[in-house]
């Protein structure tokens, strides 16, 4: 704290801003480890019915994304399509730090983000989804455009039946 304030020159701040850039991109990188983690795990045990009833097994964690701005964000899925859709659900797919940058799977909410009054997305919504399914969808974000990451329960993700 002590070298934080006696060092309160521009170059300092520089440093300080670049380690908060970083921190979503570390934060999805120790996402994306964890879930391969899961995946090599239940590779390994795929031959013992034993193990895998057990315990179930999550190998993708979902979360959200939240602009500077306060709002998450969103993207579309299916776009073109009858089974097009809004999502502010994402699962890490590829992580480069360095770029700041990392390509996201989209995951679909069970109920729509959209208002229907006002055909805006609507974030009061999302405290309406109760699970939501991978797709083979993805979006490249550039990580330097916001300013938390909220990690969801695996439980969240059901899958397609």
């Known amino acids: 704290m002590k070298d934080f304030l006696e060092h309160d020159d521009e170059s300092h701040h520089h440093d ?6 970083n921190c979503i ?28 009833e057990q ?31 809004v999502t502010v659900f994402f699962s890490v797919v590829k992580v480069d730090c360095e770029e700041n940058c990392a390509v996201l799977r989209l995951l679909k909410p069970n109920a729509s983000l959209i208002d229907p009054d006002t055909d805006s997305v609507e974030p009061a919504l999302i405290c309406n989804v109760d699970f939501v399914t991978k797709t083979n969808e993805c979006v490249l974000v ?11 329960s695996p439980k969240f993700i059901k899958n397609k039946q």
């Not at 300080?16 to 850039?21: E, G, I, N, S, Y």
């Not at 990580?143 to 990690?151: D, E, M, Q, V, Y």
Request: glycine fraction near 4%; charged fraction near 30%.
């Open 142 to 152: 550039d990580l330097s455009c916001f300013s938390a990451l909220k990690c969801l």
């Open 16 to 21: 300080k801003d670049k380690k908060c850039r």
């Open 55 to 85: 315990r179930p097994i999550h190998d993708t964690i979902p979360f959200l994304l939240q602009t500077p701005y306060g709002h998450p964000y969103f993207t579309w899925g299916k776009v073109g399509t009858e089974h097009c859709f």
């Open 25 to 52: 991109c570390e934060m999805l990188e120790d996402i994306r480890e964890a879930q391969e983690e899961v995946r090599n795990r239940t590779e390994d045990k795929c031959c013992s019915l034993n193990d895998m």
